[in-house]
């Protein structure tokens, strides 16, 4: 997982079944100047990376072993965001994996901050 990192820890990790982590928004991010100037959010596309993020490190924990691998968002469904989520916020990424079929991941996953849920949503990976 190059790039940038939205998944920083796991605080639980089990086989076959989820993973759960965290992830704290740093005042200084770059993203956060523009989105927005008098009140600073993290963007929503930005807290599905962090599902992804987290559905990887999943899918990698559970193949041990094997060589890393990059995994790409292909799709998702019944995405709804709740809480904003502000600079110095922590966030709690929760992903249960649901299934895999032809190369396609599929996962139910969660981020909660103080306050509530700022995003639930289905998601499928696939390898690069």
């Known amino acids: 997982m190059g790039g940038f990192r939205f998944f920083h820890s796991v605080s639980e990790f089990k086989p076959?079944?989820?993973?759960?982590?965290?992830?704290t928004l740093d005042?200084?991010?770059?993203?956060?100047?523009?989105?927005?100037?008098?009140?600073?959010?993290?963007?929503?596309?930005?807290?599905?990376?962090?599902?992804?993020?987290?559905?990887?490190?999943?899918l990698t924990m559970s193949s041990p072993g094997e060589p890393e691998r990059n995994y790409r968002l292909l799709e998702?469904?019944?995405?709804?965001?709740?809480?904003?989520?502000?600079?110095?916020?922590e966030l709690k990424i929760s992903v249960r994996f649901l299934e895999s079929r032809d190369q396609q991941h599929r996962f139910d996953g969660r981020i909660d901050v103080p306050g509530g849920k700022a995003l639930s949503a289905?998601?499928?990976?696939?390898p690069l």
């Not at 019944?78 to 110095?88: D, H, I, T």
């Open 16 to 23: 076959g079944q989820g993973l759960t982590g965290s992830f």
């Open 76 to 89: 998702t469904h019944e995405v709804k965001f709740g809480q904003f989520v502000r600079p110095g916020g």
């Open 122 to 126: 289905i998601l499928s990976l696939s």
């Open 27 to 58: 005042a200084a991010e770059e993203f956060l100047r523009d989105h927005f100037r008098d009140f600073p959010v993290m963007p929503g596309v930005l807290l599905l990376e962090c599902l992804k993020q987290a559905a990887s490190q999943f």
